[in-house]
Nanobody, 126 residues
Framework: VQLQASGGGLVQPGGSLRLSCAAS????????IGWFRQAPGKQREGVAC????????FYSDFVKGRFTISRDNAKTTVYLQMNSLKPEDTAVYYC????????????????????WGQGTLVTVSS
């Protein structure tokens, strides 16, 4: 199982970035995918997730309305479109995979995921 996160970088406040999580080595359609982030000195926290069944999406309150998660099963890739970025969004962003469907609580909890990719750094600064 491999998850490859990419798309991070330096962006000014109010700007946008799109992260990608490319998956391989497992049956992508059966897995829910989540995005998490970890800022220096803080715990890893759930950002958004997309379930395997019908592609239901869930968001943490601090990104709702600004971030959009989507999945392309044909490309076995999940995207996180991040708009109106704020300095407090600065963190290393990780994607993770979990077999089966997820709901809001399970999908945004790091404990619910079996496989993790390496992180990609997002820095929001002027």
């Amino acid at each position: 199982v491999q998850l490859q996160a990419s798309g991070g970088g330096l962006v000014q406040p109010g700007g946008s970035l799109r992260l990608s999580c490319a998956a391989s080595g497992f049956n992508f359609n059966y897995y829910s995918i989540g995005w998490f982030r970890q800022a220096p000195g803080k715990q890893r926290e759930g950002v958004a997730c997309v379930s395997n069944n019908y592609g239901s999406t869930f968001y943490s309150d601090f990104v709702k309305g600004r971030f959009t998660i989507s999945r392309d099963n044909a490309k076995t890739t999940v995207y996180l479109q991040m708009n109106s970025l704020k300095p407090e969004d600065t963190a290393v962003y990780y994607c993770a995979a979990d077999l089966g469907p997820v709901d809001y609580e399970l999908g945004l909890s790091p404990d619910g995921y079996d496989y993790w990719g390496q992180g990609t750094l997002v820095t929001v600064s002027s």
